[in-house]
């Protein structure tokens, strides 16, 4: 199970449940690290979302709500779907896979190696896609010829490009993940085998392919880019200076000659200077990035350096961490320099993260509070250390410390939820929460959230005020109503029948009347409801006896008393 509904809010998880469970998740592809899926909203949106053990490390989705860094609905519908074993149309399918899975694992152990082996023949014989897929996974340890590989490289183009020679966006994901694994197993075979040039020309033979060829791209080509790049760093980790140096020229020639498409070239350029650069130029580069750094001191965000494979998520510190310890830099040294930067969040998260994994209960809440100072001006940063603060305090029981925070969560957050203030109203005494509910309250600038509080503490009067002080009370009276109902049932009578009046002269087919019919059996619940409903289906059927099907809609009502 993945660690992953914390990332989202809860709305969001609600219309992701929503999206899982009524079939909108396609195309759902789950590896050792990755999960990604087409998802279909207003229109179809593809979906990855990368993981790392049970933590989330990076997710994507093709919607404009998820363009802003937003965890989207998209998203969880694709979690759900992966974590919970869902069907399209929603319901737990995890033990008939499970009995499937199963029976396959039956049927192929019992079978004889000389069946097996015709088999993967047979197969590999059908189409170039499944003979390279073979290959992959059953070449491992066994000698790679360069031209073979490169013929299944090409394969993998032409198993999912159109009549055109393009791929398009329903086969990019797979056409992506099918490729990975070639060049992961395939190339990481020559890498083995010590093949370095072998393996650095096939890379290349690959990546150049990938930067000439038509693609509806939505994520994938920078994917494989990024895969081709981590074999490269494979490569020149091990091989001799001899061949280092012949990579080298090689990308010197071609990091801007047009050899691939101008965004990919990026990616060419940021090898050369980051990953094929001698110590005193990664001196040089590190004493930029600390320039970078030092001139945010004191700021919560470090500066962010684009590369085209670190990306813009990459800080600069984070950066200049990892060029450090390729020069030498050990762990204790690389976080002696952070600690001179406790104002950015991310050195924060990194060692609260660090903290929380040894746990030192302790220095993390020290780490936390430090945080909802550096932060008090991002309502979500404060809320999410005040809830880990929380929970950390509970785990101690320390009891008062829990108290306050709470307190200073339902405070600060707007976004607090019932749940918060019920737990917070649970460690109050009578008194101090006679005093406390009007402050909390008050601070709601949500009327939605102040009516929901107002309403849990049944103060009729103030939730009859806030609502009748709205100009759009409909949904709340809707939504409250029958909370206020004891005390005002005769105002509330008074604005449905207002409204169902004006409902009434509008009224024209069977929908509208069939709105008018729901809002007149709820009139009927409230004190001297039925009496004032008979009123208006009485006037009603003497102002418009043409209207055939709302009079006999009305006739049920003539005799409620």
Known sequence: MLNWKGLFRSHILERGWDYASDGSVTNLVKTDDCISAVV???????????????????????????????WCKHMAAVLYLADNGMTSGGA???SAHGAEIQNIKEIIGSADRKSIEKLLIYLANQDDRTESFIRAHLGIGMFSDVKQIEKEIDSVFNAYSGRAGDIDYYSAMSFESD?????????????????????????????TKLGNWDIDDDG???????????????????????????????????SDDGTVIDYMEDMLQDFLEYELASDDELREIIKGLEGKIES????????????SYYGYSCDAIELRNIFAKRLGATDEETEEYMRGYMSFKSVRDYFIKKAREQGDTKEEISLLKLGKEYDKDSEYTVHSYSKRL???????????SEKLERRADILANQGASLEDFRAYRAMCTDKEWSEERLKIIGFRKDIDKRCEFLADEKMQEKLFDTIWAQKDKLRLVNKYGFALADKYSEQIL???????????????????YNDLSRYLMRMSQFTGGKAR??????????????RKVMCEMLEGYRWYS
């Open 92 to 94: 737990l399918a995890m």
């Open 494 to 512: 008074d604005f449905y029948s207002e409204f169902v009046s004006r409902l009434a002269d509008a009224a024209c087919n069977r929908s509208r």
């Open 179 to 207: 490729l990975n694994s070639l060049l992961r197993n395939r190339i990481g075979e020559l890498i083995d085998n010590e093949s370095y040039m072998d393996a650095f020309n096939t890379s290349m033979y690959a990546y």
């Open 220 to 254: 994938e080509i920078a994917s494989i880019s990024s895969t081709c790049y981590e074999l490269w760093q494979d490569i020149i980790k091990n091989c001799e200076s001899r061949e280092r140096e012949r990579i080298k020229e090689w990308f010197e020639e071609h």
């Open 390 to 400: 929380i929970e950390l305090y509970a785990q101690n029981k320390d009891k008062e």
């Open 533 to 546: 409903v008979r009123q208006l289906a009485l006037e009603w059927m003497e102002m418009y006896p043409t």
């Open 40 to 70: 279909q909203g207003s229109e179809y949106y593809k979906v990855k979302i990368r993981y790392s053990g049970a933590e989330i490390t990076d997710g994507y989705c093709s919607c404009p709500y998820a363009a802003k860094g937003e």
């Open 296 to 307: 945010s001191k004191g700021q919560t965000q470090c500066p962010g350096i684009f590369t």
